[in-house]
């Protein structure tokens, strides 16, 4: 089902839970030789629900879910690494549930549905005189005649709208 750009409710963790929790579990006993993987599963859950917090839900969750724990393994071996441990961290990618490219394809679609908010959620004037720069491709010398204002005021409103963009899209 697609989405029509409105917000999706947030998913129903405790049904999440008990569809994924114990994949998850033998994911990470079977990557990382953890005896007690639960640790790993509710870290994952628990970057899910932030980064679910306010912001519209992945479309596939469970496939975000098995994103988040790949990259929990991945942390967790550069932490031993730098502690100079051994950890087996194997990514078999024909074990995962959801292909790499799969995922990659879900991040990239929830960055773009991040970075249109960000737009949306522009002040009206910097959001026209940013959309005239990128989507128009107009110079800042165009905007500033069609406009009527200065060419320094056009600086001001991109760089307003790329600290703005740049800091929608770092938070968790």
């Known amino acids: 089902m697609k989405n029509d750009g409105a917000p999706r409710r947030a998913p129903d963790t405790d049904a999440l839970y008990r569809r994924e929790a114990t994949r998850l579990a033998r994911f990470f006993r079977r990557r990382s030789g953890a005896d007690e993987p639960q640790d790993l599963v509710h870290d994952a859950f628990v970057k899910l629900l932030s980064a679910t917090r306010g912001r519209p839900v992945p479309e596939r969750p469970a496939a975000y879910l098995q994103r988040i724990a790949c990259n929990l393994l991945a942390d ?10 051994m950890v087996p961290l194997q990514v078999d990618t024909a074990a995962m549930a959801y292909a790499p490219e799969q995922t990659h394809d879900i991040e990239v679609e929830d960055v773009r549905r991040q970075y249109r908010a960000a737009v949306d959620a522009l002040p009206p004037r910097t959001r026209e005189v940013f959309l005239l720069h990128r989507v128009d491709e107009l ?12 060419i320094r005021t056009v600086e001001w409103h991109i760089a307003e709208a790329q600290v703005r963009i740049g800091e929608a899209l770092d938070r968790p």
Do not use: D, H, M, P
């Not at 967790?76 to 441990?85: K, L, T, W």
């Not at 110079?139 to 200065?150: D, H, K, M, S, V």
């Open 139 to 150: 110079t800042y010398r165009q905007i500033a005649e069609r406009l009527g204002i200065g």
């Open 76 to 85: 967790s071996g550069r932490r031993a690494a730098v502690r100079g441990e």
